[in-house]
């Protein structure tokens, strides 16, 4: 009852809203002067269209009045409970169901008490026979209920719907509902055919149709159709916008004025528009960088913003000139109002996030942003989400800033990533667009030390792979977990004392993360992929973008098991020293933070990110009817079924070209598999799966996907692409594009949709998905369970995420203060010592970083006081140490590069003892400290002595790293 109260409380109150996708058929009933009825009735209808389709796309839809909703909302409840409480026998129910007179029975009653009957045991034998904890959809359970509450039930009827799933009911039961109402089949068709193109119709509708030709829904059908193709005026712009919920932090932007006159965006736009087109006739590029030059060249920001604000649609105009003699053709309205509201804000020191739809020019409206701020005297940073974007997207507008003469260039191109060096000096330029990064920004950290628990990763590799721990479960863990502390009890494992906290708190761990990588799967969350062209490297997918993260590693061991799964080369474990989450990075920006994604999210969404990063949101709509078909969604029950769904339906699509999105590279190739390279005379399959596929993206400017042409991608190819089609695949109608898995988001969604019907083209898309419930779900079944884990995860960050970000922010700071103190107290006259001293400090501090992790991790129960409390004494312990000889050392590697730096000024009396301290404290480990103790010795003479003594320690080396070889290649595996 409370999830059936929810959903009513979302329907009710979403009544009056007015959904993006129907925003042109409300402006086409302003075009119906022409036709025989009148512009008010029209209007009428279409608003009445609208709000049903609204209801059917977001939920269900109650015929009955407000007054009734409570009688149709009991007996749902009760309906629910009987297939929750499935054991109460089906006479008992029954009798329930119509004693209490939930549903009336009198009309016609013995066929709709049959079919109530028929309805309440389809629900139980669907619900007994999941083997799932999913319900029903409740969307098809109110809609049946809600047919079988207003028909006139007929024996035919019934027997026909007896064998049918309740999916399927309410699709029967329209057409019956149709035929009952007008007792004729050319309309109850016509009306069919109407919601096929528009969806359903309301009962105002149905009531002029009942008194008018059945030819009206055509025609309307037909004016609507013209709407579709016509662009929309600053004005239909404007007064969409104003409706616009979104839109609230803008009405002043917005609204008329006290005379009547149109908005202030409506009048600054054909100024801008008039002030262009009479500078074409006059202006060139040398005229363009005169004129941005001379502001330019000010250096007085202050000036340099008073010029820019006082005649900005001036400057617009000027733009809007730069961007005509690139393209060729000057912004739409929707993007100088995008752009002229984004400025207003920043002229107010606000931030602003804007909805523009994918398709609708985001690049180009950034670059006009930036344009305009370069002017005003800033640099400017543009980020995006992954770098091949960033890459793609500068090649995009280069040449429009080297018309006015601005600098840009990407901090994440081959160059830079080669050496930081030259990425650092990028960041000097004007305008950047830089990569993408995750939540937090981690720079891994690599302690030398931490090289001495690879063989640990080694022999619990081995020991995950006995026989009886095959499953990974609970008492699995338990099992090696004990079998790796025997061996260390024993002496078969040896590691640094320095490392014993560390691995005795990391062991369960990286356990777990060694069954998890048995698990995993190549070509999904990983690939392996030669980056560096020595060979095969495992590399992460970010599957959002569908970008290797060459530069990213998985921590607690679990990269360094799939490297042993695949054989690939051992890398030390890292940890996090300096860390900056986009929270903070986007917080420094406060005042001129401005971003334009293709959607805003939900109230909740917008509400969060307005509380992070103090920001205003606005939304534009598109400048004319996206011509996007929705293709029949399908959901199919295993991976072979729907392989060859997808190859069914591309069998159907010929004379088309074809997008399929995957959720990951092993989906793409098993797919194109499937087909093979050309799956008929006429069609040619074409993968593309990775950013390092150079020829590929070099290609990709000047591909015409012509029909035939079959494009199997990962979301590289479901983000920022603007897909250019042949005039036969526009003709056909145009690009198809099936995504073959449920996103994460919505967001992706759209962005993977968005890849077609972009600037006024046609196309279509298509879900064509995989789930493996054995009971029958809709696509919009999945979507909400999508949404509701996207919800919780939301939640979950509000609650968890952002306060552990901050405290190890917090912590972050409180470190550098540290730092900043022993930096001052210490007296190394060799600056490498000293440089050393810190780099030494710096693992500590990760070090016990990684040992509160378990503490932050329960910020949102336990605050931060206990965590600032262990932070005071790490503070105090570090200010203690100061005036050691030795300081912050601590691991056999610290000793030794201590050592050898006092060796190589020639003290080797502070030299000594820190390899000393290393062959006495971890007997095991000081191979290397002996070698450079005889390479010492023979540095201080020559004598009998001292060269035998070089020789005990040569051979106490050679003796260790054969013991370490023998081990790596001998592990044992548990047995019970």
Not at 42 to 66: A, C, D, P, Q, S
């Amino acid at each position: 009852m409370d999830k059936i109260s929810k959903d009513v409380y979302t329907f009710r109150s979403s009544y009056n809203e007015i959904p993006v996708n129907a925003e042109n058929l409300l402006l086409a009933s302003k075009q119906f002067d022409l036709l025989s009825i009148t512009k008010s009735r029209l209007e009428l209808i279409v608003r009445e269209m609208i709000r049903f389709k609204h209801f059917i796309n977001r939920h269900f839809y109650f015929k009955t009045g407000e007054n009734n909703d409570m009688k149709i909302l009991q007996s749902l409840s009760l309906l629910h409970q009987r297939f929750v409480m499935y054991p109460v026998p089906f006479e008992e129910f029954n009798e329930i169901f119509y004693r209490e007179g939930f549903i009336s029975v009198e009309k016609n009653g013995s066929a709709k008490r049959k079919l109530l009957e028929i309805l309440s045991d389809s629900i139980l034998v669907e619900t007994v026979s999941s083997r799932s904890s999913t319900t029903i959809d409740p969307e098809n359970l109110h809609q049946a209920v809600e047919f079988i509450n207003e028909l006139e039930i007929s024996t035919k009827l019934v027997n026909d719907l007896h064998q049918s799933p309740l999916t399927i009911w309410g699709k029967k039961i329209r057409f019956h509902k149709l035929l009952e109402t007008y007792k004729n089949c050319k309309t109850a068709d016509a009306i069919l055919r109407f919601e096929e193109k528009f969806g359903p119709v309301t009962n105002t509708l149905l009531k002029i149709c009942r008194e008018e030709p059945e030819n009206l829904v055509f025609e309307f059908c037909e004016a609507a159709s013209k709407k579709l193709d016509a662009q929309m005026n600053v004005a239909e712009i404007t007064t969409l916008m104003r409706e616009d919920p979104k839109n609230g932090n803008f009405m002043s932007f917005l609204v008329e004025d006290h005379e009547g006159n149109f908005c202030t965006v409506q009048t600054v736009v054909e100024k801008i528009v008039e002030k262009s087109l009479n500078l074409l006739n006059t202006w060139n590029k040398s005229n363009i960088q005169e004129w941005f030059q001379h502001i330019v060249s000010l250096r007085d920001k202050n000036e340099q913003t008073r010029i820019v604000k006082e005649d900005l649609c001036d400057v617009l105009a000027k733009i809007c000139v730069g961007v005509y003699l690139r393209f060729k053709y000057t912004p739409r309205s929707t993007k100088l109002i995008s752009v002229w509201l984004l400025i207003q804000k920043s002229f107010r020191q606000k931030g602003c996030l804007a909805e523009i739809q994918t398709g609708e020019g985001k690049t180009l409206i950034i670059a006009m942003m930036v344009i305009v701020r370069v002017l005003c005297g800033d640099d400017v940073d543009v980020i995006t989400s992954s770098p091949i974007l960033a890459q793609e997207n500068l090649s995009d507008v280069l040449e429009l800033y080297n018309i006015f003469g601005i600098s840009v260039a990407t901090n994440c191109d081959p160059e830079a990533e080669r050496d930081e060096k030259i990425r650092k000096e990028k960041y000097k330029i004007d305008s950047m667009l830089l990569d993408k990064g995750e939540n937090i920004l981690y720079l891994s950290h690599n302690i030398p030390d931490l090289r001495y628990i690879c063989p640990i990763f080694v022999e619990i590799w081995n020991a995950v792979h006995a026989p009886d721990v095959l499953e990974g479960r609970p008492e699995d863990v338990s099992l090696v977990a004990k079998f790796i502390k025997e061996r260390i009890k024993n002496g078969d494992i040896s590691f640094p004392s320095s490392l014993s906290k560390f691995i005795e708190a990391k062991l369960l761990v990286c356990i777990q993360n060694a069954f998890l990588a048995k698990n995993m799967k190549e070509n999904d969350p990983y690939v392996l992929s030669d980056v560096d062209k020595k060979g095969p490297n495992v590399v992460i997918m970010d599957k959002d973008t569908g970008v290797e993260q060459v530069n990213m590693n998985w921590s607690n061991g679990l990269h360094q098991f799939i490297q042993l799964k695949h054989n690939d080369r051992l890398t030390s474990e890292s940890l996090k020293a300096v860390f900056m989450s986009n929270i903070s990075y986007f917080r420094k920006f406060k005042g001129k933070l401005f971003g334009i994604t293709g959607t805003l999210g939900s109230t909740t969404e917008r509400e969060l990110l307005s509380k992070c990063y103090d920001v205003d949101f606005f939304a534009v709509p598109r400048f004319q009817s996206r011509g996007c078909i929705e293709e029949e969604v399908c959901v199919l029950p295993d991976e072979s079924t729907w392989a060859n769904k997808i190859q069914e339906i591309l069998q159907s699509l010929v004379d088309r070209a074809v997008l399929i999105i995957c959720e990951n590279v092993d989906s793409v190739d098993k797919i194109v598999k499937k087909l093979g390279k050309k799956p008929s005379d006429s069609q040619r399959v074409v993968p593309y799966k990775s950013s390092f596929d150079e020829q590929f993206r070099g290609d990709k400017k000047t591909i015409r996907l012509d029909k035939g042409y079959i494009l199997v991608a990962t979301n590289i190819a479901g983000r920022g692409t603007d897909w250019v089609t042949t005039q036969a695949v526009e003709e056909a109608g145009g690009l198809h594009v099936i995504l073959s898995y449920m996103p994460g988001n919505i967001r992706i969604e759209e962005q993977a949709f968005g890849r077609t019907a972009r600037n006024g083209k046609p196309g279509s898309v298509q879900y064509v998905v995989i789930h493996t419930g054995t009971e029958e779900i809709t696509v919009n079944a999945l979507r909400r369970v999508r949404d509701e884990c996207e919800s919780k995860r939301l939640d979950n960050s509000r609650i968890k995420n952002i306060p552990r970000i901050e405290i190890e922010e917090k912590l972050c700071k409180k470190f550098y203060e540290i730092l900043s103190i022993v930096k001052s107290k210490l007296k190394e006259t060799d600056t490498n010592v000293e440089q050393l001293h810190i780099e030494n400090l710096a693992n500590r501090w990760a070090m016990w970083l990684d040992s509160m992790s378990e503490n932050i991790k329960l910020i949102h129960i336990n605050g931060e006081a206990p965590i600032l409390e262990y932070f005071a004494e790490y503070k105090s312990d570090i200010i203690s140490k100061i005036g050691d000889v030795s300081k912050f050392e601590s691991g056999p590697v610290e000793f030794i590069k201590l050592g050898k730096l006092y060796e190589a000024r020639g003290d080797f009396c502070l030299a000594q003892p820190n390899f000393d301290k290393i062959i006495y404290s971890a007997p095991n480990h000081c191979d290397v400290a002996h070698y450079y103790k005889a390479a010492l010795l023979l540095k201080q003479n020559l004598s009998d002595i001292n060269v035998k003594r070089q020789a005990i320690h040569l051979k106490f080396s050679y003796r260790l790293l054969k013991k370490k070889m023998n081990q790596l290649v001998s592990s044992p595996t548990p047995s019970s």
